[in-house]
C-alpha cells in the first residue's frame, strides 16, 4: 500500500489522504494527532465552566476542562466581589475562582491548560481541536467560553484598570454610590448602565461619539427623564487623569472639525459600555448565533441546535452577563448532558 516504508511522516500523509482527513489534521507535520475519547468535555474555567464541571463530576461524567488563555475567567482581573452569593464579606476575584476549580478538582474533574482552536460537530462524537496538537472526541461538549468587555484602546485604561475604570455597572456600580461616573458608548447597553449608575451615583455623564444616541427609542427617552444623567454629545474619550486611582477625564468636543475643544470633567468611576465579544468564532462553523456572536440555545436550556453541545455562561447571554447568572447556567449545562447521555443509553 506505501510506496515508501522507510520514511513515516510519507506513509502517514498516505493514510490520512486515503481517510480523507489530511487536509482536517490541523497538524503543521501531516502526522495523526493524538485522539482522546471523553464523556464530557467542558471548554472554559470561569464560573459557568467549574460550575457545569462540579455538576457533571457529581453525576459521574468525567469531565475534562479546557481553561483557555484565562484561567478562571473574566474574574480573576477583578479585586472584589460582593454580589456572589455565599460570600457575606466579598471576596476576591481571583480566591473565588480558585475556590470553585478546588471544587470542580474535589469532585475528579480533570482541569487542563489549552485552547480549543476548532471543532467538527458534524459526526455523532463532537470533534474539538485543543491548541491544533490534539483531538478530544467527546461524547457532550459544554461550551463555556464567555464574552471579552470591549474596551477603547487607550493606554489609561490599563493605568487604571481596577482603580476606576470598569466594563461593569451592575458589578462595580456599587463603589461609586454619591461619586461623579461617566459611561461611554450609545447603544441600549451604555443607556441601561447610565440609568442604573444613576440610581446609585450622584451624577452620570454619557459619553457619545455622535450627536445621537444608537439606543432604542424606548431607551432613549428613558435616559433623557433621568435627571441625573447629562449627555455629552459628539465627545470622545483622550484620556484619564488622577492619582493612583481615577480623578477625572479628558475629552474632545467634535473631534476632527474646526471647532474640535478638549473638555476637562472630574469623575471618580469609568465605565465602558461599548459591547462585548462574545468567544464563539471557533464554533461559528456549526452552531447558529445572533449578529454579535452570542451562541443560540433553545429556550429555557442550554441546548444548542446540535444534540450533545451545550452552552452556557456570558457565551449565550447578551442580558445579565454576571457570574451568578454564568453560573446557574452552567448547571444547567451539566444537567442538560447527563440527560442527554442517559437518554441515548436508553434508546
Ligand atoms: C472586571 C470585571 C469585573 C466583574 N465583576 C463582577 C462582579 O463583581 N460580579 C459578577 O457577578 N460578575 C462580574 N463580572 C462579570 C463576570 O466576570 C462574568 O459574568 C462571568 O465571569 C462569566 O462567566 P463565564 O464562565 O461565562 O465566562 P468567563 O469568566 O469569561 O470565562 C471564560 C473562560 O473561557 C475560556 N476560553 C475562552 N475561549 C476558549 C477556548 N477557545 N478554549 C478554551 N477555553 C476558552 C477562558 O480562558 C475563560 O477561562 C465582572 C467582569 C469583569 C470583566
Known amino acids: 500500500m506505501f510506496r515508501n516504508f522507510g520514511n513515516l511522516k510519507n506513509i502517514y500523509h498516505d493514510m490520512f489522504k486515503s481517510l480523507n482527513l489530511d487536509d482536517k489534521s490541523g497538524s503543521s507535520t501531516n502526522l495523526p494527532l493524538e485522539t482522546e475519547r471523553v464523556k464530557c468535555l467542558i471548554i472554559g474555567s470561569g464560573p459557568a465552566g467549574y460550575t457545569a464541571a462540579i455538576y457533571a463530576a457529581r453525576a459521574n461524567l468525567n469531565p475534562v476542562i479546557y481553561q483557555g488563555l484565562q484561567p478562571g475567567g473574566q474574574l480573576t482581573t477583578t479585586t472584589e466581589v460582593e454580589n456572589y452569593p455565599g ?16 471544587q470542580a478538582e474535589r469532585f475528579g474533574t480533570d482541569v487542563r491548560w489549552g485552547l480549543a482552536t476548532r471543532v467538527d460537530f458534524s459526526g455523532p462524537n463532537h470533534k474539538v481541536w485543543i491548541d491544533d496538537e490534539k483531538i478530544i472526541e467527546a461524547e457532550t461538549v459544554i461550551l463555556a467560553t464567555g464574552a471579552t468587555a470591549k474596551y477603547l484602546g487607550i493606554e489609561d485604561e490599563k493605568k487604571y484598570a481596577g482603580s476606576g475604570v470598569s466594563a461593569c455597572a451592575t458589578c462595580d456600580g456599587f463603589f461609586y454610590r454619591g461619586k461623579d461616573v461617566a459611561v461611554v458608548g450609545g447603544g441600549d447597553t451604555a443607556a441601561e448602565e447610565a440609568i442604573y ?12 461619539r455622535r450627536n445621537e444616541l444608537r439606543a432604542s427609542k424606548v431607551m432613549q427617552e428613558r435616559v433623557m427623564r433621568t435627571k441625573n444623567v447629562e449627555i455629552l454629545w459628539e465627545h470622545q474619550t483622550k484620556g484619564l487623569f488622577g492619582d493612583g486611582v481615577v480623578e477625572g477625564m479628558i475629552l474632545w468636543k467634535k473631534k476632527g472639525t474646526p471647532e474640535q475643544e478638549e473638555v476637562l470633567i472630574k469623575i471618580d468611576g469609568f465605565f465602558l459600555a461599548i459591547g462585548h465579544t462574545p468567544n464563539s468564532d471557533f464554533v461559528k462553523d456549526y452552531l447558529e448565533t445572533d449578529e454579535v456572536g452570542y451562541i443560540k440555545t433553545l429556550e429555557g436550556t442550554s441546548k444548542t441546535k446540535i444534540p450533545g453541545v451545550f452552552a452556557c455562561g456570558d457565551v449565550q447571554d447578551s ?9 446557574g447556567s452552567g448547571c444547567m449545562a451539566a444537567i442538560d448532558a447527563e440527560r442527554y447521555l442517559s437518554e441515548k443509553l436508553t434508546h
Not at 319 to 327: D, F, G, S
Request: a positive charge; proline letters at 5%; hydrophobic letters at 50%.
Open 197 to 208: 449608575l444613576a440610581g446609585l451615583v450622584n451624577k452620570v455623564y454619557l459619553i457619545v
Open 87 to 102: 460570600y457575606p464579606k466579598g471576596i476576591t476575584g481571583p480566591a473565588m475562582m480558585d475556590d470553585l476549580k478546588a
Open 319 to 327: 442580558i445579565y452577563r454576571q457570574a451568578v447568572t454564568a453560573a
